[in-house]
């Protein structure tokens, strides 16, 4: 009767599991029949595994629906986290808003030399053009897709949510290629003016100083900030800071 | 301490998903389930990231959360609740004819069961099942199947044994029941292996 210790020393060593001395203890053990029967074994094992890993791929539906689901939980995360982490987190939010209130003061950028004319068409001067522009038309539900599925992972309130005082309405959205980076603009009506709001990765080095401002008639409102991994970036001949609030 | 970013996590989840997938399967037998299990493990793992330090095991952090989750989940189905042991030992008492037959050609014998194989995988309990798995499939090291099942690596070896023994019981019953050693295919490369280890032993 075999026993419980040479059973499992039998089963270290067919899972080479065994250290090298004791891998040559164990074969030296081995007599005639019970060295063949080890073998046998081995084989079985084998077999088994190679039944058990035959191929089983994730569905793409499943891969797809756990995207969704992270990315719905990923919206909510910039304001869950630092209440979760209790003062601590607190002081840190504040400290954010703070740089981020900074970001919101009249940046000088708004009115860049108006002198020259724009040379793309990625600035709508005028509300009408937003429409042709937009590949994406202005359905809040489409456009919150469209920007999941582009792997922006951001929450957009609907529009009439804090359109008080200021009339905002969704024109559409479109994706730009910049080098490698891809970057949304969605396009807004804010008071009847035009706005732009571009969102790109800050792994994106592309910024607001490089759209074709310069070649723009009259004065523009740029306002940027930084929101969880992305830069968003808000331009029209309306200031856009209401529009950049609807992002979160 | 350096934790995943959101891009990174889904960057290593893409990289390992038909792994996690396919481990979550052969565990809990259904599509159906291993798609909510695999769901739910990947959430908490998401909710979670903070505590994984960068740098450290992924796969073997993600196999502990699909581990857990596959438990519950075998739990709540009850599909993991047949203890063998309580069985009537008659039933899987081996038969080790049909065992030595199996052990000549385990190729054919396995392709012979069919999927009487998984019905075998699913009435090990879950611990069972989860070192088979991490072990045969994963290629995992007994330490870290401990590592991952958070007990002694005695007892990773014990489930081990136990599976083992269990699924051997449970499918040469099957072959006996079914006469799948008794076929043609094995009586012809029975006869062939006779014929040869009787020249070879002719000739020594």
Redesign the interface.
């Known amino acids: 009767m075999e026993t419980k210790e040479r059973r499992l020393t039998r089963q270290a060593y067919l899972d080479n599991q065994l250290p090298v001395e004791d891998v040559i203890a164990f074969e030296e053990s081995l007599k005639g029949e019970e060295r063949l029967q080890v073998e046998r074994e081995r084989a079985f094992e084998e077999a088994l595994s190679q039944r058990l890993r035959e191929e089983a791929p994730c569905p793409v539906a499943v891969w797809e629906h756990l995207q969704e689901r992270m990315n719905g939980k990923r919206g909510r995360q910039p304001w869950a986290v630092p209440f979760a982490n209790g003062w601590k987190g607190l002081a840190i939010a504040a400290g954010i808003a703070l740089l981020a209130a900074g970001f919101f003061v009249w940046n000088p950028l708004g009115s860049v030399d108006s002198t020259e004319q724009l040379k793309s068409g990625a600035l709508p001067v005028s509300v009408g053009q937003c429409g042709g522009l937009a590949e994406i038309p202005g359905d809040y539900v489409k456009v919150v897709s469209a920007l999941t599925a582009n792997r922006i992972f951001l929450n957009m309130k609907p529009c009439d949510e804090i359109s008080e005082g200021h009339p905002i309405k969704l024109l559409g959205m479109r994706m730009l290629n910049q080098g490698d980076k891809a970057v949304a603009q969605v396009f807004f009506e804010c008071c009847g003016q035009p706005i732009s709001v571009f969102i790109t990765p800050l792994s994106n080095p592309w910024a607001a100083s490089e759209l074709p401002m310069k070649d723009v008639k009259g004065d523009w409102f740029v306002r940027q900030r930084e929101l969880d991994q992305y830069r968003i970036i808000g331009v029209g001949t309306h200031d856009p800071s209401e529009v950049l609030a609807l992002f979160s | 301490m350096a934790t995943l970013?959101?891009?990174e996590f889904?960057a290593l989840?893409?990289k390992h998903?038909?792994e996690?997938?396919?481990y979550v399967?052969?565990n809990v037998w259904n599509a159906d389930t291993a798609?909510d299990v695999?769901?739910n493990a990947?959430?908490t793992a998401?909710?979670h990231l903070d505590k994984f330090r960068k740098g450290t095991n992924f796969r073997a952090w993600m196999y502990r959360i699909l581990t857990n989750k596959c438990y519950v989940a075998n739990r709540e189905t009850k599909r993991s609740a047949i203890d063998i042991e309580s069985i009537d030992e008659s039933r899987f008492a081996t038969d080790q004819e049909t065992l030595?037959q199996?052990?000549?050609d385990?190729?054919a014998?396995?392709k012979a069961c069919g999927d009487e194989?998984f019905e075998a995988m699913r009435q090990l309990s879950t611990n069972e099942r989860s070192c088979l798995?991490l072990?045969?499939?994963e290629r995992y090291?007994?330490t870290e199947i401990a590592s991952i099942m958070e007990m002694p690596v005695g007892t990773v070896?014990?489930h081990?044994?136990r599976g083992?023994d269990k699924?051997r019981r449970l499918l040469v019953d099957y072959a006996r029941r079914h006469g799948i050693t008794k076929a043609k295919t094995y009586a012809r490369k029975y006869a062939a292996e006779e014929d040869s280890d009787a020249e070879q032993r002719r000739i020594s």
């Open positions: 970013n959101d891009k889904l989840l893409d998903r038909d996690f997938y396919r399967l052969r798609e695999l769901s990947v959430m998401y909710e030595q199996a052990y000549r385990p190729e014998f396995l194989l798995l072990l045969t499939m090291s007994y070896m014990t081990l044994a083992r699924l």
